[in-house]
């Protein structure tokens, strides 16, 4: 009988280490089918099936999406936003623990009061000189909402106060790494998903234009690659994402040059994606288009032969400008994908979620995007917006920051000085 048991003792420690050892020596062997080889998209045997969920998958979404434009801003900006959500809840689930949240009621909704707190600082930041412009004509409104402007980032930094003592108050014995741990990553989707996402919505209101030409660049810049890859992708382009190749990389970063040049003399010929939207409304928009949409003819070089059916071009200058975003969206913006992947590797998850059939979730469809839609809002800002002063920008600040009794004074006082000066 103690034989048995000194035989016993030994083995219960060791099993713990043994199976590890196991597992790790499983890990170990590579699977035939884990190559290089059995990751490509050409050699994958269910591909075509794949592609046709990909493809309804797709045209559905293309299909919402150009309703939605057709909408106009308002109806962009609600999009991002319920993407925004998803996207949220989608990585908020990806650290989740079902038995640790068990112990810790109310937990998650602590989670969701920084998400809607930093929201309605971001979007009280970007849209709170439209929303001015929009109540101008009434004088109440406009005193409410002036004063509601005035205290917003009093407002925000108090609710953002009030969610730090709340996780400081729920925090337990023996949960403390969990809820620390569930603190931090609750900030990082602020600052990586959320902050960055953002940056689309003043892209929107800068004019239509600057927000639809760099999605559509990065559907197509995806579209392309996937394509290619299918096709004749041989060479691995990355070891985090083994169904990348240089074939498909290369591919669609040609489409997506010509592709850029060719839809932004598409797009700029439509004034409801090219005027910038200064206020809430919903109406049809009519601007001057400016030198950038106003098309520019340059004729072609005498030695192409007389059969050639055209003697000049017609490009607009903004054609220019959307190949350095076709560029960026070619070469850089890819970054945000292999980072995703990345990211699920670490946490050995396959996709973000399960909601867009042969596509995963949200995340999935929104990493490149991301990355563009802060590279698309400073390259605007950085060399397309005017670096002056102009009387538009000037009226804006006006209209923001005076009450209406202030820009009476300062209309009486401008009047005068220019009298003085014309009688002068």
Not at 78 to 87: E, G, K, R, S
Not at 102 to 127: D, E, K, Q
Not at 275 to 286: A, I, V, Y
Not at 294 to 311: A, M, V
Request: with cysteine; net charge positive; glycine share 6%.
């Amino acid at each position: 009988m103690q034989r048995d048991n000194t035989a016993g003792s030994p083995s219960t420690p060791r099993s713990p280490r043994l199976r590890h050892r196991r597992r790790s020596a499983e890990q170990l062997i590579p699977d035939a089918s884990n190559t290089n080889g059995g990751h490509l998209l050409v050699d994958d045997n269910n591909k075509y099936k794949t592609m046709w969920i990909r493809a309804y998958s797709t045209v559905w979404m293309i299909g919402g999406f150009a309703l939605i434009i057709y909408l106009g801003h308002l109806a962009i900006t609600a999009m991002v936003v319920v993407i925004q959500i998803f996207m949220a809840k989608e990585l908020f689930n990806l650290l989740r623990r079902a038995h640790e949240d068990r112990h810790l009621p109310g937990f998650r909704l602590l989670n969701w009061h920084f998400f809607f707190t930093a929201m309605l600082f971001v979007y009280g930041r970007i849209l709170s000189q439209r929303l001015v412009n929009t109540v101008t004509s009434d004088k109440f409104l406009h005193k409410v909402v002036s004063s509601l402007i005035q205290y917003h980032m009093v407002a925000c930094y108090f609710l953002y106060i009030a969610g730090f003592m709340w996780f400081i108050l729920t925090l337990k014995k023996k949960m403390y790494k969990y809820q620390f741990g569930q603190y931090a990553w609750t900030h990082m989707i602020l600052i990586i998903v959320f902050t960055q996402s953002s940056f689309t919505v003043a892209n929107i209101f800068e004019g239509i234009f600057w927000f639809l030409l760099p999605a559509t660049l990065i559907v197509i810049n995806d579209i392309a690659a996937y394509i290619c890859g299918f096709f004749f992708g041989r060479t691995p382009l990355i070891k985090i994402s083994p169904k990348k190749t240089w074939e498909g990389f290369i591919g669609a970063s040609i489409t997506t040059m010509f592709s850029a040049f060719w839809l932004a003399h598409i797009m700029g010929q439509f004034q409801w994606l090219t005027c910038p939207r200064k206020d809430l409304s919903t109406g049809w928009l009519h601007c001057d288009p400016g030198p950038l949409f106003t098309p520019e003819y340059h004729t072609l070089p005498g030695w192409l032969p007389e059969w050639f059916p055209w003697k000049g071009i017609s490009i607009l200058p903004v054609q220019w400008h959307a190949l350095c975003l076709g560029l960026f969206s070619s070469i850089i913006a890819p970054f945000g994908g292999f980072f995703a992947s990345g990211f699920k590797r670490a946490f050995k998850v396959k996709d973000f979620g399960d909601s867009i059939p042969g596509h995963g979730g949200i995340t999935d469809r929104m990493d490149c995007q991301m990355v563009m839609a802060v590279f698309a809002y400073i390259y605007h800002q950085s060399f397309v917006m005017p670096q002056h002063l102009s009387v538009e920008i000037l009226l804006d600040q006006i209209l923001t920051n005076l009450t209406v009794e202030q820009q009476q004074a300062l209309y009486e006082k401008l009047k005068q000085v220019l009298q003085d000066r014309l009688l002068g």
